[in-house]
C-alpha cells in the first residue's frame, strides 16, 4: 500500500501566499521524479511543477517566478511555495511521486488533492 497525503491547501485573496505539502509513504523504496498539478472546474488536469532527483525542476510558464518547488528534509517530501497568487490558480491541486515499490517496479501515485482557491 502506497499513499501520497497533500496538505496546505486555502482560501486566500490576490497577491497572497500558500504552500502546499506532500508525502509518499508505505511500501516503496524510494522516490524518483515527484510533482505537482492542477485541475480547475471543467478543465484537464495541468502540469505546475516537477522536481527531479538531481534537483533539476521544471515549471509551467503561468507559475514561473511565482511557484517553487523544492524538496522537504524528510524522506519522500516536497513542498510548492506559492506566491502572489491570481484568481486564475484557483484549482485542486494534486501531488504525484514517481516510486520504486518495495515488490519491485517503478508506478505513479496520485494523492487526492487539495483545494486552493483565490478570490477577494
Known amino acids: 500500500q502506497v499513499q501520497v497525503v497533500e496538505s496546505g491547501g486555502g482560501s486566500v485573496q490576490p497577491g497572497g501566499s500558500l504552500r502546499l505539502s506532500c508525502t509518499a509513504s508505505?511500501?516503496?523504496?524510494?522516490?524518483?521524479?515527484m510533482g505537482w498539478y492542477r485541475q480547475a472546474p471543467g478543465k484537464q488536469r495541468n502540469l505546475v511543477a516537477l522536481?527531479?532527483?538531481?534537483?533539476?525542476?521544471n515549471y509551467t510558464d503561468s507559475v514561473k517566478g511565482r511557484f517553487t518547488i523544492s524538496r522537504g528534509t524528510a524522506k519522500n517530501t516536497i513542498y510548492l511555495q506559492m506566491n502572489s497568487l491570481k484568481p486564475e490558480d484557483t484549482a485542486v491541486y494534486y501531488c504525484?511521486?514517481?516510486?520504486?515499490?518495495?515488490?519491485?517496479?517503478?508506478?505513479?501515485?496520485w494523492g487526492q488533492g487539495t483545494q486552493v482557491t483565490v478570490s477577494s
Open positions: 504525484n511521486a514517481r516510486a520504486l515499490r518495495a515488490t519491485g517496479g517503478w508506478s505513479d501515485y
Open positions: 508505505g511500501r516503496i523504496f524510494s522516490t524518483d521524479v
Open positions: 522536481l527531479f532527483p538531481g534537483g533539476g525542476t
